[in-house]
């Protein structure tokens, strides 16, 4: 071989060399830039914005809403949360994947296709507007009129940025979704709730209630399936005190202190109980979607994060009811206005606010309010202090809290000013909500809340 061939071989062989690392080059760049791309396209890439609009368009539709209990929108919290958050399946880490089979029953969600691109707030869009339509069939026509409108409006938007066919193809999921948990919610035994029911009677059980004396509300409303498989494993408080009608009794001084306290409210005591009546207003799971909502501006979350705290937060207030509602009819206690009237003799005594149609024992707006608080905190950290503006809307002055938990106390504190409960029926409305989220934290597992 003669000195120009093996000069020209070295030339080659360099060549090819460095033609071969300039390939790598290249091919690490392109993987680098579809990391980027593919991570800027996540849900955690995407402001809170839709879902924004959205919980307004949900408090619109409770406060509008006729002939729902005012504990029964804990359901239209829930599976509207359950179906942001499962419209963003496709873009979540495998972690969120794991733990949100853990939804108690729900089969039929869509198959993910990973070939395809979502637009993850087009998503979200078209869920909840299938969710809502189906949630609130009996919505006005201008209600209804207002969910097209907006899934119209928001659908423009998007598609003003993106391609059509990625805005159908996160549409089509949205809604196949929506589909899904609908029918899943169907089946939740909501439909059993109000069947027929014998009060049971004899001393210190409860009773209709002054001035409406209205049949029980959703006597078997604790029979729902849960949300969270064993979310409400362990969470009833226990027996309440024992029924005495003897002025020595620890029950006589229990209700005495309801008494003796109507007596002697602060002009704070009755704005406090009058901010959290809820009905009229936003229903009591509606002001919790508020705070909820105002939680999410003031810490200005990304779609991901808000989508999961609109699920568990959802999830947390409708599970608590559903342990609430199943010891309030175990236990049908005596509700304060009754005793006061018929035990102490006391017969034109009125609470400050109309006794809710169900048992005493515990105290829903306790249970529920913990629990969400509870979500809440651990998924937003500390706040905090917080003003809660819900009610600006009807000229109630915004109240001020050191810590989202304080929020959950005093809403269950407010049903003793408003005379409606006992205090150690609050205690154990505190107690379960705390033990409800627990069992919700502990099933899904932190890892995913970090």
């Known amino acids: 071989m003669t000195t120009t061939s093996r000069s020209m071989i070295r030339h080659t062989i360099a060549f090819l060399f460095l033609t071969a690392i300039l390939i790598l080059i290249l091919l690490n760049s392109c993987q680098r830039e579809e990391t980027r791309i593919n991570q800027k396209h996540k849900p955690s890439s995407y402001s809170s914005d839709v879902l924004d609009k959205w919980m307004t368009m949900q408090l619109r539709l409770m406060r509008n809403a006729t002939g729902i209990a005012n504990h029964a929108f804990s359901r239209h919290f829930a599976y509207a949360g359950v179906v942001a958050f499962e419209s963003l399946r496709p873009g979540l880490p495998g972690q969120s994947l794991q733990w949100s089979d853990k939804w108690n029953g729900l089969t039929g969600l869509p198959v993910i296709n990973h070939s395809k691109k979502y637009y993850y707030p087009a998503n979200v869009n078209a869920a909840m507007a299938a969710l ?65 029911y014998t009060i049971p009677t004899g001393s210190g059980l409860w009773k209709p209630t002054a001035p409406a004396f209205a049949n029980p509300a959703t006597p078997y409303w604790g029979n729902n399936r849960t949300i969270i498989a064993g979310s409400t494993n362990n969470t009833q408080a226990g027996s309440p005190l024992p029924y005495s009608t003897d002025p ?117 707006h306790s249970s529920l309010s ?81």
């Not at 193809?169 to 948990?181: E, H, R, W």
Request: hydrophobic residues 40%; negative net charge.
């Open 132 to 196: 809502n339509k189906a949630m609130f069939p009996n919505a006005t026509a201008a209600d209804k009129i207002a969910i097209d409108s907006l899934e119209a409006a928001l659908k423009q938007e998007f598609l003003d940025d993106q391609p059509e066919s990625i805005i159908t193809s996160s549409s089509n999921f949205g809604k196949a979704v929506a589909t899904a948990i609908f029918n899943w919610a169907e089946t939740d035994g909501y439909k059993n709730a109000n069947n027929p």
């Open 248 to 364: 020595a009794s620890t029950f006589y001084t229990m209700v005495k202190e309801v008494y003796d306290a109507s007596f002697a409210l602060t002009n704070d005591q009755k704005a406090m109980a009058m901010f959290w009546r809820d009905v009229p207003g936003v229903s009591s799971p509606g002001h919790w979607l508020s705070i909820l909502q105002q939680v999410v501006k003031k810490t200005r979350s990304t779609l991901d994060k808000t989508a999961l705290a609109y699920a568990l937060t959802g999830t947390a207030i409708n599970d608590a009811l559903i342990a609430c509602f199943d010891g309030k009819y175990e236990y049908s206690l005596v509700r304060p206005i009754t005793y006061i009237r018929e035990v102490m003799g006391h017969t034109t005594w009125n609470s400050f606010l109309g006794t809710p149609a169900h048992p005493e024992y515990s105290s829903a």
């Open 370 to 450: 913990l629990a969400a608080a509870r979500v809440i905190e651990k998924i937003f950290g500390n706040v905090g202090s917080f003003t809660d503006h819900t009610y600006d809307y009807l000229g109630f002055a915004p109240r001020t809290y050191p810590s989202i938990i304080a929020i959950g106390v005093e809403a269950g504190r407010s049903r003793f000013y408003a005379g409606i409960h006992y205090n150690p029926s609050i205690d154990a409305g505190i107690l379960q909500g705390n033990k409800v989220a627990e069992n919700i934290l502990n099933a899904i597992g932190n890892q995913i809340l970090k």
